[in-house]
Structure formats: C-alpha cells, structure tokens
C-alpha cells in the first residue's frame, strides 16, 4: 500500500485488516504529517492527531525530497526511494491510494514495467461538473487502464470511474468508513457533552453543528446566515474549528444576541465525539468538489446524528437521504439552504427519533468490516486477470 501520509480514517482500518484478516501487507508512507507537529495552513494552526496512527501492522516511511512536503501540489510527494522499497518488498499487488502525485505515478510505471497489479483507491467524482473534457476523458482513461481494479468508496466515485470507461468488472465496493469503536456515546463522551453544553449555555435548545476547517469551500458563512433568517430562541448553532473564515462568522453572529452561536477551537480526534453528541443536525453544506466524501458524516451518524448536505458532497448519495436520514440542498442556492434549514429546525421529535434510527441502520453498513471484504474481493480478481 502506497498513501501519502498517516490518516486518522486509514490507520485504523490498517491495525482492523491486520487484526482480523490474514492479509499480509506493508504501508509505504511518503509524508509524516499527523504524527510529528506540523501546520495546516487550512486549519491555521500546528498539531499532531492524538489517537496511535502506527502501531498494529507494518508500515515504513520513505523519505520525501520535495523542499514543498505535502498534498498541496504535484511535486510535493517526492520520494525517489520509493520503487526501490517496493522492489526489495516483492509485493504481489499494490494498492495505490490517489494518483495526483509525483511518487504515485512513478509506482504506476515502475509496477508496470514489473508486471505487478496495481489496484487503485480514491474517492474522486464528478458531482457538479457535467461531462468533462475529451483531453481530460482520454487522459484519464490512458491512466486507468494502468490498474487491475479499482475499490470504489461510494456511488459517486463508482460513477467517476464508469465516466472513464473504467469496467464494470473492475469496480468494487470498500466504502469509505472510520473507526466506528472510537464513535460511540459511551458514558465519558456524554459526560464531556454535558459539560460543553453547560459551558456553552446551551440549555435544551436544537442544535446544528458544524465541525471542520472554516474556510469557503465548506460555506460557513452561508450556514451562519442560513440559521440568523431560520433560527430561533429554541435553536443553537455551533461552529467547532479553526481557519481563515473565522472572523467573518464571529462578527455577524455577535451582532444578533438574538440568535445563539458558539465557538470551539478545533478538536482533535478524541474529543470529537462529544462533539457530536451536543448535536441534533449535523451540517456539512459543502460547494464546488472540495468534498470528496465528507468522512465527517460518517463520525456523527455514529453517534446517531441526521445530518443536513449539500448536493455535491461525496456522501450524499450514500448516506444521506432526503426525508430518511437528513435533508438534502442543491450547493449553489444560499436561499435552499436556509429553507431546508428551517424545514431541519422545525421537525418534530418524533421525526428525530426516526431519523436516528434509520441513521443507525444506514452506517450499519459502512465500516471496517465492509471496506475489507470490498479490497479482498479485489484482490481476489487479480488471480483470474493479467496484470495490464
């Protein structure tokens, strides 16, 4: 397996493979970021995510040459040594996780000289694009045919790849999940919301949450300004994250004593399900194709939480279905959102209660469990095809 970094989604379902399966594998990470203190630009600030990102299966990292490390760009993912570890590994497939970098397309052509099987996981779709170019159509069909198959993580994304002629055969179902152990309302995560919901002053009021980096792509603002018009005095919303939209949204929301909006700094991971469970409505009211998925989704249905999106986040189509277990707007209308807002405010316990439990039995199928019988079932169609 090829990734660019320790991811606090991955990791685990790494140490699950490892503890449940008798998949034999190494992970060749290409950036440290997450496990040394570094700062994320977007969040604007330096951590290191506080739940063990390494240990319970085997993984190295190859150093990374790039005077840029990172995501950002093409050349920030530089490691030369790369194909020379994966020669002296001798795998049998390897799994490539995205191909946007300079180190992933040097894999491709080394495991293609080598005959080896790639196998590829992303999470890319075209919500919102329309049909794309004929250069980009070619360009991207040129690539995919470098890979054996594919591991879709929802809808969306199997539709991405059907879009370059990838084949039916190719694409199969690992949707993308996290550590549902780790989200759960167990006693000390109830306790922690207690006290935020005391120190907030939240009282028994509904409240939206929005958790992630304050930056447009995300709509902040327009979440602000959707619940200023359908808020109420039995209503709260509650931003929890750092970026560069904060001042935007504390100015405005101080200027209406009358609506009630709080702020918590960013969380890291194991202070989020409190987080959660301050929630009634979680919001993710995402535009352009920033989101991909929207994992965030996945941690509040967890803990039982129905959430509100937009049209162009990843997940949608998955997890979150309009009158089942959220509610649904098209990304480009500020005036749908604050109407499906309202409509959110306005449900009735009961449809809450429903809610959550159709919630519960949607996530039922997104986890660990799920996105490995999806990577073996891949993995198992190699035997049956050559390698392209």
């Known amino acids: 397996m090829v990734l660019s ?47 063990d990102l390494l240990s319970g299966y085997e993984h190295e990292f190859v150093p990374n040459i790039a005077p840029d490390p990172g995501t950002h760009h093409f050349r920030g993912l530089d490691n030369p040594a790369l194909t020379a570890r994966l020669a002296a590994w001798r795998p049998d497939a390897v799994l490539l996780f995205g191909y946007n970098w300079l180190s992933h397309l040097r894999v491709v052509w080394w495991a293609r000289r080598r005959r080896v099987p790639l196998l590829l996981r992303g999470d890319s779709h075209l919500l919102g694009r329309g049909r794309p170019p004929w250069t980009r159509r070619l360009a991207r069909r040129l690539l995919f045919r470098q890979f054996a198959a594919f591991t879709t993580v929802g809808q969306a994304n199997h539709d991405y790849y059907r879009a370059f002629g990838v084949p039916f055969d190719r694409l199969f179902f690992a949707p993308h999940a996290v550590d549902a152990a780790r989200f759960r309302a167990d006693e000390a995560a109830h306790h ?50 750092d970026g560069p939209l904060r001042p935007e949204l504390e100015a405005p929301a101080g200027a209406r004593p009358d609506r009630c909006v709080r702020f918590l700094p960013f969380a890291n991971q194991s ?17 352009g194709f920033y989101e991909t998925w929207g994992l965030a989704v996945n941690e509040a249905m967890h803990l039982g ?5 937009s049209d162009l986040v990843g997940c949608q189509q998955d997890l979150v279905l309009p009158g089942e277990t959220g509610w649904v707007f098209p990304a480009s209308d500020p005036a749908a959102l604050t109407a499906t807002l309202r409509t959110a405010l306005a449900a009735s316990p009961e449809e809450l209660t429903r809610l959550r439990r159709n919630v519960a039995e949607r996530i039922a199928g997104y986890t660990y469990e799920q996105t490995s019988a999806g990577l073996l079932a891949a993995l198992a169609s190699l035997a049956t095809r050559a390698a392209p």
């Open 305 to 309: 939480v129905p959430c509100l999106v």
């Open 192 to 241: 922690a919301a207690d006290d935020l919901r005391a120190r907030l002053g939240l009282g028994d009021r509904r409240v939206v949450l929005f958790a992630g980096k304050l930056q447009p792509a995300k709509q902040p603002v327009e979440l602000l300004q959707a619940f200023l018009a359908a808020g109420s005095d039995s209503s709260a919303l509650v931003f929890v994250g």
């Open 5 to 51: 970094h320790p991811v606090q989604y991955y990791s685990p379902w790494f140490q699950w493979l490892r503890a449940h399966t008798a998949l034999e594998f190494r992970v060749f990470y290409l950036w440290p970021f997450g496990v040394t203190v570094q700062r994320d630009p977007q969040f604007g600030r330096s951590f290191q995510w506080d739940v």
């Open 271 to 287: 202070e989020m399900p409190s987080r959660y469970l301050l929630a009634d409505i979680f919001a993710l009211p995402s535009r």
